[in-house]
Nanobody, 128 residues
Framework: QVRLVESGGGLVQAGGSLSLSCAASGLAFSSYVMAWFRQAPGKDREFVAAISASGTRTIYGHSVEGRFTASRDDKNTVYLQMNSLKPDDTAVYYC??????????????????????WGQGTRVTVSS
């Protein structure tokens, strides 16, 4: 049984930082591209970041590029470091695993339909 469990969400002031974690189990973690998506109230789910299976390559959504950093370790955990947070970053953040084994590409891995495993989400609120 595949499980993705996010943690680290909370309330932070604008300009602050927050680090999210996603612990994965039940899958060959080192084989999967992992990603972060987010969904703000009343909006569609949005691509945030993805990291290659090897951890050597990352891609980011335009709204977070330069402020967020995705990483992963060899203990089945993927991270999202979020800096210079803005109120517009307020959302539920989801971790996802791409079930198609493919080289990391922006056009493919920014689409939520390619991700077969999802966590339950962690809420991030950025106050102004």
């Amino acid at each position: 049984q595949v499980r993705l469990v996010e943690s680290g969400g909370g309330l932070v002031q604008a300009g602050g930082s927050l680090s999210l974690s996603c612990a994965a189990s039940g899958l060959a973690f080192s084989s999967y591209v992992m990603a972060w998506f987010r969904q703000a109230p009343g909006k569609d789910r949005e691509f945030v970041a993805a990291i290659s299976a090897s951890g050597t390559r990352t891609i980011y959504g335009h709204s977070v590029e330069g402020r967020f950093t995705a990483s992963r370790d060899d203990k089945n955990t993927v991270y999202l470091q979020m800096n210079s947070l803005k109120p517009d970053d307020t959302a539920v953040y989801y971790c996802a695993a791409c079930t198609t084994l493919q080289y990391l590409t922006a056009n493919f891995h920014s689409l939520e339909g390619h991700y077969g495993y999802w966590g339950q989400g962690t809420r991030v609120t950025v106050s102004s």
